[in-house]
């Protein structure tokens, strides 16, 4: 199977399982026991969505191994015991997902979703290896986007089918919306300084909905900003490269938009594991431009 047909089929795949997990979610609010190997309670809804999206994936042809926030290791195709792709299935792709993301919105009923990774590289690999990135978004209805070769395409998912509603998506060029994560005492010097600067814009205003697929498809939607960045507490941030921050970076690349860790695009930068975290800012050129420079001069 070429990557071409293993990537529509995994964009079938994640579109056809969207309202199966999103049915999923009734009477599924309760924690679970345990924790998810980033030391976050699990969700029966977690949990739930995360051995659906395995399944599905898994069983497409050309897919080799799956990973997610919601396990601790790669999980390889033909068995319970990963390769992390590199076994004798070279030319095979690697998925890493976050089945539910936000979903700690799940108790006060507020957006949440799927982001789906998938990498021409074993696990954890570097965001230059994402062929395609994809994320689902169950608000008042459900909608996917999926970048591919460099361009990001906005579907509204119905019954399982996904159908085109935006081709081609670039950041708008005159941003509106801005939120940033993390408590505010907790921000870096650098980084404060830069949400004062943005805070004073007057063309700029503050949406933050706890979720990052809600808060960035707003940037993809109005233009902005959006960031969880690295804390005092917490010099990596919270979100997780493999599953997190680099297919969302992918996604706003390919709309024009810039990714950074602070430094560099969150593409070139190297995991050492699979469940590493890494600061995430994402958004409209010029205002990740501005962060990189006010980062560097705050520090
Ligand atoms: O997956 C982690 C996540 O739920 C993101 O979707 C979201 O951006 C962030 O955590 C919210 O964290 P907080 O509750 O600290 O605002
Ligand atoms: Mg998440």
Redesign the pocket.
Known sequence: MSHASTIEAILDAVAGTAPEIREGLVGRREYVEGENPSGEDQLAADVHADRLLEERLLAIDGVDSYASEEREAVVGADDETADGGDGDSSGELSVAV?PL??S?NLKPNNAMGTIVAVYDAPLPAQGQDLVAAIYVLLGPITTMVAAVDGQATEYVVDDGDRHTVRENITLPGDPTVYGF??RVPDWTEGFTEYARGIESDTSLKLRYG???IG?VNQVMTYGGVFA?PALESAPEG??RLQF?GNPMAYIVESAGGKSSDGERSLLDVEPDGLHDRVPVHLGNADLIDRLETTIDGGE
Do not use: H, I
Request: proline share 0%.
């Open positions: 976050d993301d936000g700690s994560g993390g706890g979720a990052m808060d969880y919270k979100l997190e």
